[in-house]
């Protein structure tokens, strides 16, 4: 589960047991999974909704159960992909979710989001949402909010900008003059 970069993934026919990993979703760059014809039995973890590369799923004649995860990714596959699951439902299965009232993928892909944070594995949670928002205002006072505080810093780092700036004119000046004159030569 580690490797980040593997494309295609084939455990088809190995007597597999067990649940699907829920970091199976940390395999961002699959393109191809294949777990079909093994004994796997749990839920299908709703992380497998973020590996947005992929393109085919099999994970049929398993014994998995429970609710088959939606995602944009997910509505592509049809119903061969879980067949041979008795104790799978929801869409694309014709065999409803208990409390399920519709199976029109277009209504469940405006839930995808919440969808993926109510289920078990948590692979997307609240506190996720927190982190990123807490990264971009540290970094962002980081670099600001000093030059705000400080009335010295922020002269010397509007002073460097500037300084930047000028150069960059002088330079684009004196590239254009230099192109004229081979130009006209
Ligand atoms: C995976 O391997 C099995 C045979 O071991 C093969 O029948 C199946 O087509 C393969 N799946 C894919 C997606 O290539
Ligand atoms: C399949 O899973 C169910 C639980 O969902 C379990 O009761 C049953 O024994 C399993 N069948 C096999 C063949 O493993």
Redesign the pocket.
């Known amino acids: 589960m580690e490797l980040v970069g593997l494309i295609s993934l084939n455990l088809s026919r190995n007597l597999l047991t067990r649940r699907i990993t829920t970091e199976i979703g940390a395999l961002r760059s699959l393109e191809v999974l294949d777990l079909s014809e093994n004994?796997l039995?749990g839920g299908i973890p709703s992380s497998i909704a973020l590996i947005n590369s992929l393109n085919f799923l099999d994970l049929s004649n398993n014994?998995l159960?429970g609710i088959i995860p939606t995602g944009p990714q997910l509505s592509t596959f049809n119903a061969t992909a879980y067949e041979g699951d008795p104790?799978l439902c929801g869409f694309p299965l014709p065999k409803k979710c208990p409390g399920e009232t519709t199976q029109n993928p277009a209504v469940n892909r405006g839930g995808d989001l919440a969808s993926i944070q109510e289920t078990e594995d948590g692979f997307i949670t609240p506190g996720f949402y927190v982190s990123v928002a807490l990264g971009f205002v540290i970094s962002f006072l980081g670099v600001f909010g000093t030059s705000l505080l400080n009335r010295s810093w922020r002269f010397s780092h509007f002073n460097f900008l500037n300084n930047v700036k000028d150069k960059l004119d002088a330079t684009v000046v004196v590239n254009m003059a230099r192109l004229r004159r081979q130009h006209q030569t």
């Open positions: 004994q039995s014994n159960s104790n």
